[in-house]
T-cell receptor, first 114, second 114 residues
Framework: DAGVIQSPRHEVTEMGQEVTLRCKPI?????LFWYRQTMMRGLELLIY????????DSGMPEDRFSAKMPNASFSTLKIQPSEPRDSAVYFC????????????FGSGTQLSVL | GESVGLHLPTLSVQEGDNSIINCAYS??????FIWYKQESGKGPQFIID?????DKRQGQRVTVLLNKTVKHLSLQIAATQPGDSAVYFC?????????????FGTGTRLLVSP
């Protein structure tokens, strides 16, 4: 199994540009999570999908952030327009059906907004 | 002014020693807990989990202890090796939300000297 696959691995962009991060969860996993990691705030849950439906997006910082899951094998996190304070490592994770299931994380996307 | 990031507590041990990493969790209703290991440049990696109906669980070289009375979790690593050097996170599942909501602690850095 290839695990959770994220792309790109690194992204450098200028303030105001649109950024799209991509994630392919582990095949057969029903739940998908987007986390953001910064030195200031640690690991924060942004949004959680179950069976492709957004369940909890209370962690999404503001309207500039949006996430979609058009099918069971693909999700995107978009920031438009990006700002320097969005610079962070963004992780995607997936888990099996159920409430108390361990999450498997991807390698993350290191985003730098200049 | 200078921004202040999270100050990660650090545990320094000698190779071969036993390590104990502690974590205080916040939600008394949490019913599932996980320890993750994160190496530099990588995503969090699952180590061991425990459900709230248990107070101890053992894996290979690792043991997790749960004390619900004081909302405390610990990770014990036996015969610590240089490859164990990483940041360790505890995570709790906020079950009273009705769905999977894994909330992470701030982390502890483990440094193992040969």
């Amino acid at each position: 199994d290839a695990g959770v696959i994220q792309s790109p691995r690194h992204e450098v962009t200028e303030m105001g540009q649109e950024v799209t991060l991509r994630c392919k969860p582990i095949s057969g996993h029903n739940s998908l999570f987007w986390y953001r990691q910064t030195m200031m705030r640690g690991l924060e849950l942004l949004i959680y999908f179950n069976n492709n439906v957004p369940i909890d997006d209370s962690g999404m910082p503001e309207d500039r952030f949006s996430a979609k899951m058009p099918n069971a094998s693909f999700s995107t996190l978009k920031i438009q327009p990006s700002e320097p304070r969005d610079s962070a490592v963004y992780f995607c994770a997936s888990s099996s059906e159920g409430v108390n299931e361990k999450l498997f994380f991807g390698s993350g996307t290191q985003l730098s907004v200049l | 002014g200078e921004s202040v990031g999270l100050h990660l507590p650090t545990l320094s041990v000698q190779e071969g020693d036993n390590s104990i990493i502690n974590c205080a969790y916040s939600n008394s209703a949490s019913d599932y807990f996980i320890w993750y290991k994160q190496e530099s440049g990588k995503g969090p990696q699952f180590i061991i989990d425990i459900r709230s109906n248990m107070d101890k669980r053992q894996g290979q070289r690792v043991t997790v202890l749960l004390n619900k009375t004081v909302k405390h979790l610990s990770l014990q690593i036996a015969a610590t090796q240089p490859g164990d050097s990483a940041v360790y996170f505890c995570a709790e599942n906020w079950a009273n939300t009705g769905f999977q909501k894994l909330v992470f602690g701030t982390g502890t850095r483990l440094l193992v000297s040969p």
